[in-house]
């Protein structure tokens, strides 16, 4: 499959946008009129073809512009990447599966030829190709999280495996939606999740936990995360707040349906061979309510969804500020029949 890839920005002058092809595969992430935080994991086989689910990491009309965001992130804030220095072997685990899936599922684009531990790697959309020896970081510019990091759409975190938990020890992110690598590295599964509301007495990640710690290899698993973003901003950190905070004072009855973005997050997670450690994909997907209100069904559900989500959830979303205008402004799209369970576009 020959992608073809946008010129587009995701800050500044935001000229991102869905072609009618990403929209129709966009994942949306509610098969109900409600939402309840939940783990919903389910495994992560090989998907309906074209689906953003197809393949281990999906690429889209986005990679080239994604990647060149990610390094004028780094660029800003090199804090985003960061490894414990135990992880190098998980680092190795990381280059593998990404080098392998990407050349096995997009061959016009990415290539992957090994002669024992000399490999050649080749990225065609980004003009990289490199021989190196695997396992050896010296015979790489950087190190090989780091390296592959920057070719994949998404972020990555790689989770060590001890004491019966979890603990986020290295991670390349610049696409996180309101919370700190810099902050959040080092902490075990229970201290990085602590800020989500009503877990604890739900007992969700005690069970999302006890799920991982025992995931095997070659069984991968993923679920749906969402927030809501203003503008088409994929770098929504604390740290770069004072450049995107104020976005949120800016919504109104005019813009809503430009400004206002829908952020799913596909996660998924791999049980890696050599270090056992886990690596977790936070793959983001934006899509505007403009966009949205093209399957007139996703924007119906979509309004019943937020009218009645908790409090708790709109403030830890970020969505207070701008939440009343998002869904009187989608109400133009509910009337009142009862919906199927699923709602996504054939």
């Not at 919370?179 to 509301?197: Q, R």
């Not at 991982?212 to 749906?224: A, D, E, H, W, Y």
Request: hydrophobic letters at 35%; one cysteine or more.
């Amino acid at each position: 499959m020959v992608l073809g890839f946008k010129q587009e920005t995701f800050r500044d002058d935001y000229t991102y946008c869905n072609s009618p092809r990403e929209i129709k595969r966009f994942p949306f992430p509610f098969a109900e009129d409600r939402y309840m935080y939940s783990v919903n994991i389910e495994p992560h086989g090989k998907g309906k073809e074209g689906s953003v689910f197809e393949f281990a990491l999906d690429i889209d009309e986005h990679y080239v512009a994604e990647c060149i965001d990610k390094e004028i992130t780094l660029e800003q804030d090199p804090g985003r990447y960061e490894s414990l220095s135990h992880m190098m072997d998980a680092q190795w685990d990381f280059v593998e599966l990404s080098m392998e899936s990407l050349a096995r599922d997009y061959p016009e684009h990415f290539s992957l030829k090994k002669n024992g531990l000399q490999w050649t790697w080749e990225n065609k959309p980004l003009g990289i190709k490199d021989t190196f020896t695997f396992g050896d970081a010296s015979t790489l510019a950087m190190d090989p999280f780091e390296y592959m990091g920057r070719q994949a759409q998404g972020d990555f975190v790689l989770l060590d495996q001890r004491d019966e938990t979890l603990y986020a020890d290295a991670g390349f992110v610049t696409t996180q939606a309101d919370w700190s690598l810099a902050f959040n590295v080092g902490m075990s599964w229970k201290e990085w999740h602590g800020p989500v509301p009503r877990v604890t007495e739900l007992g969700v990640m005690d069970r999302a936990l006890k799920y991982l710690l025992n995931l095997q290899l070659g069984s991968p698993v993923r679920r749906l995360n969402w927030t809501m973003t203003i503008n088409p901003r994929l770098d929504t950190s604390p740290e770069s707040f004072p450049r995107w905070g104020s976005d949120r004072n800016t919504v109104n009855a005019d813009n809503v349906g430009d400004r206002v973005h829908l952020r799913v997050e596909l996660q998924s997670l791999f049980r890696l061979p050599r270090s056992n450690a886990i690596m977790f994909g936070v793959r983001c997907y934006l899509i505007s309510l403009n966009e949205i209100a093209t399957y007139p069904r996703w924007a119906k559900r979509l309004h019943r969804v937020l009218k009645d989500l908790h409090p708790d959830l709109i403030e830890y979303k970020g969505m207070t500020k701008f939440h009343p205008t998002v869904v009187e402004w989608l109400a133009n799209f509910d009337d009142g029949v009862i919906l199927e369970l699923g709602t996504q576009p054939e």
